[in-house]
């Protein structure tokens, strides 16, 4: 798995959560530039954003690394 992936499964839940980019940012406490980052798998996320990101979308850590 690599980082485009679990970006592009960060994406779905938030689409899916009809989430926007921002303000998933701002739940996290992150620049909105950083999610968009992290969904194109440019950014590398901690543990910790993570499961905020987790958190926030109420799924968990292992919505995030399933193979499809």
């Known amino acids: ?8 499964r960060v994406a779905s839940v938030r689409i899916n ?20 980052k992290l969904e ?4 590398n996320a901690t543990l910790k954003t993570i499961f905020k990101i ?4 109420q799924i968990e850590p292992a919505e995030l690394f399933k193979s499809k």
Do not use: R
Request: proline share 0%; hydrophobic share 40%; glycine share 8%.
């Open 1 to 8: 798995m690599e980082l485009k992936d679990v970006g592009l």
């Open 17 to 36: 959560a009809n989430m926007s980019a921002y303000e998933l940012s701002l739940k996290i406490g992150k620049d909105a530039s950083y999610i968009h």
């Open 40 to 43: 194109n798998g440019k950014a």
């Open 54 to 57: 987790c958190e926030v979308l």
